[in-house]
């Protein structure tokens, strides 16, 4: 099972030894706007002391800060910079979604079923960065929403054959249908039954209600 791990307390230390204030991490970070962030947590030095407790939601949200900053860095400096010593939960290569939500609607959601990075570390940023740029169907997330989006990560574990609607666990698991050419994808928790949720997947793959397909269930990881 992955896990999502932080240590805030050690970060603290670590900021704090590293900076030299008395001051507490959570002081500095709100008191720091976001391109200071970026310059902070992208010098050597602070990735070496903090890399190593960083979460794939928090390795979204500094994508999403580098992204809007006035000095952009490129993803791949990015995830060359956060890949040197990462945690070995996170050093293989699965599939994975970055959905970003505000009041509890979706303004953008990115991803694959399967792996396409060496590491998730890598693949939650590039992931990130296709949400910010890639997502066409819904407006662009602009610089003044950020501090107000919600990041969900789904890291997804294994994709298996449904032959039984009933079979469906919409809380916990998604769903992917095709048919043809034609295909779709449900993350967990986006539909409240499996009626609903096999409908709805249709709907969004542009396969009517009456025509057969292959379900298949995708069982994941999320992050939040």
Known sequence: MLHAYTDIQAISRQRRAYLGFGLPSFCLLICLPSFCLMSFFFTSKAVNAAQ??????????????????????TISEIVETLSKNIHPS?????GLFITLSKHGKTRACWGQISGTENNLVAATAFTTEGALTKEYRYPPIKRQEVPGLDVQVTVIDRVEPVERQVSLHPLLDGLMVRSGGKAAVLLPGEAS???????????????TPSEPCQMYRIKAHVFR
Do not use: E
């Open 52 to 73: 190593s407790s960083l979460t794939l939601v928090q390795v979204a949200k500094l994508t999403i800060d580098n992204h809007f900053s006035d000095h952009p860095k």
């Open 90 to 94: 996170y050093r293989h290569s699965k």
């Open 193 to 207: 039954d499996g009626h609903y949720q096999v409908m709805q997947c249709k709907v969004k793959a542009g396969i």
